[in-house]
């Protein structure tokens, strides 16, 4: 990431685009205005303390946790040795930070998960998975798009915030890798209440700028 925030610093003639995942960087840019090897020798140059400080988004996200929204908390609690409760409580401590958006339009994955909810991932993954599902798979915990998709992670909650929207103009893509998320757990009724603001056009989602 700090490689990332450096090289959008720089702000390269030639460079096109720079996308972040979990252990490598994507640079695109134009051979014609900008020679590899000076690109190479940028890189190379480059060290962690030459990137500013940056401000980032920390995203607050409501998620009803277990029942028909996350039909695989209790796995997770037995498989941890914990009560359900102790997940809920355990899941939505942590500030996690957003190391990739990938696999599908605004599929976040997040690190920081706590080392005692670390699940492996289902050996029969599931063809369709409810949209905005908050699930654990491995030692990642993750918050998928809107929309039904194929997964094995474990899925123990639901959100009504929407991390991608074609129909947000200004803003379809709610928030992006260097991000963070913190966890609210909130009620059934609460849940169909926002669900319905969204529909509305409200994000539900509250966010502050903080330095990193």
């Not at 915030?161 to 992006?176: C, E, I, S």
Request: proline share 7%; hydrophobic share 35%; charged share 25%.
């Amino acid at each position: 990431m700090s490689l990332n925030d450096r090289l959008r610093d720089l702000n390269l003639d030639g460079v096109i685009k720079v996308i972040p995942t979990c252990r490598s960087l994507l640079i695109q840019f134009d051979p014609d205005r900008l020679h590899r090897d000076s690109l190479v020798e940028t890189i190379s140059g480059t060290t962690f303390a030459d990137a500013r400080k940056r401000h980032s988004d920390l995203w607050h996200i409501p998620v009803c946790y277990g029942g028909g929204h996350g039909i695989d908390l209790s796995v997770v609690a037995q498989t941890n040795e914990l009560t359900t409760a102790e997940v809920i409580a355990r899941h939505s401590a942590p500030t996690y930070r957003i190391f990739m958006i990938g696999f599908a339009p605004g599929f976040a994955y997040l690190g920081g998960l706590d080392r005692t909810l670390h699940t492996s991932r289902r050996l029969d993954p599931r063809i369709k998975t409810p949209p905005r599902s908050i699930s654990i798979g491995g030692m990642q915990t993750a918050l998928s798009p809107p929309i039904e998709i194929p997964s094995g992670w474990n899925l123990i909650g639901q959100t009504a915030v929407r991390t991608y929207d074609a129909q947000r103009n200004t803003r379809p893509f709610l928030f992006g890798p260097g991000d963070y998320i913190r966890f609210h757990p909130i009620k059934p009724s609460e849940y169909r209440r926002q669900l319905k603001a969204v529909e509305d056009g409200d994000i539900v989602a509250a966010s502050e700028k903080i330095l990193d």
